[in-house]
């Protein structure tokens, strides 16, 4: 029998992630071993928590670890589950885990998995550099600037890089889940495990589901006036060179203190800002492509679909239907 420890973090976490994965594990367990799979269940569980009793959310919600990290010597997966709030505070407070996780790696080959923000806390670890990442896409920016050793793949729900895993953004947890249940139960229990949850199985991208809204948080003056003018111009036609000049800057400079300041160069940032408004408009009008298209500041139908699914990982007109209620039933 394998062991499973599941993190219940101190301080603020997200309690689904918890719950969640307890939840799907003991199915996993119970269905594996009923339909005689294995002989018993696969993994004992644990939650294994800093202290016997962790509490959430001013007090509304309270979780009795089965364990503490103090009790589990060895095991042989680690589902670091998702944090929030104050990410540098929470950290602070979860610094025993960080030592406890690295060790069981290194020691005991155990393999980990984070949920959602539970990124940060793994990669506070070390045993992310070098490798791909997945975490939640309102926290890409703040994850590249804190751990720039990390690969950062930030359209993916799922990333696996040598036994190191770790999932999107929020209810994407429960894909990451199914897919751990398929490596360690096989296809047929992960498969029933999905119908029975109504989880969508094989989901891997959360292109569609990021909101683009700039990044701004750095001091660079000059590159912040050149996003504003980008994002109240994005129906023009906008050229790097004349955006440099009129910032009064080489061009060569200007592409690389955006990048320093906004992890895009200028032509991504247009891109993206043009996409956004393109899925606004998709979401909350009737305009066919074409007239989205033109009112965005694109001629070229093909560069158009071209760019928008790189970012969106759909078609327009799949977009569309997903996303727009009159469209979808029409």
């Known amino acids: 029998m394998k062991h499973l420890s599941i993190i219940v973090p101190a301080g603020n976490a997200i309690l689904d992630t918890i719950v969640g994965t307890l939840g799907l ?14 002989s018993e269940e696969k993994f004992k569980i644990d939650l294994v928590g800093l202290s016997r009793e ?28 998702g944090i929030s709030g104050n990410l540098e505070k929470v950290l602070e407070e979860n610094i025993p885990f960080v030592n406890w996780i690295r060790k069981q790696r290194i020691e005991n080959d155990a393999e980990i998995a984070s949920l959602c923000k539970g990124a940060f806390l793994m990669a506070e670890t ?38 190191i895993y770790s999932s999107g953004g929020a209810y994407s947890f429960l894909n990451l889940v199914l897919y751990l249940i398929e490596k360690y139960y096989g296809r047929e229990t992960a498969i029933w495990c999905s119908k029975v949850s109504e989880v969508d199985f094989d989901r891997n991208d959360q292109s569609h589901f990021i909101i683009f809204s700039g990044q701004k948080e750095h001091q660079d003056e000059s590159i912040k006036a050149a996003q504003s003018f980008i994002e109240e111009n994005f129906d023009k036609k906008l050229n790097v060179e004349e955006l440099a000049k009129n910032f009064a800057i080489s061009r060569r400079n200007f592409i690389r203190r955006f990048k320093k300041a906004t992890y895009n160069t200028p032509l991504e940032y247009i891109q993206r ?39 969106t990982g759909l078609s327009p007109i799949e977009y569309r239907r997903k996303y727009n209620r009159e469209m979808a039933f029409a």
């Not at 979780?63 to 503490?68: A, D, M």
């Not at 305009?287 to 989205?292: C, H, P």
């Open 54 to 81: 962790v509490v959430y959310h001013n007090g509304l919600f309270q979780i009795t670890p089965t364990q503490t990290i103090h009790d589990i010597k060895k095991t042989d997966l680690i589902i670091v589950s």
């Open 126 to 163: 070390g045993l992310l550099n070098g490798k791909s990442c997945a975490t939640h896409w309102t926290v890409h920016d703040f994850f590249r600037q804190k751990y720039p050793k990390v690969n950062l793949i930030p359209e993916k729900i799922i990333s696996e890089d040598n036994g």
């Open 273 to 311: 800002v043009k996409v956004e408004a393109a899925k606004k408009s998709m979401e909350s009008s009737t305009l066919n492509i074409s007239e989205v298209m033109y009112n965005v500041g694109y001629n070229d139908e093909k560069a158009f679909r071209k760019i928008f699914k790189k970012y």
């Open 25 to 38: 594990f003991r199915m996993a367990n119970a269905y594996a071993k009923r339909n005689g799979i294995f």
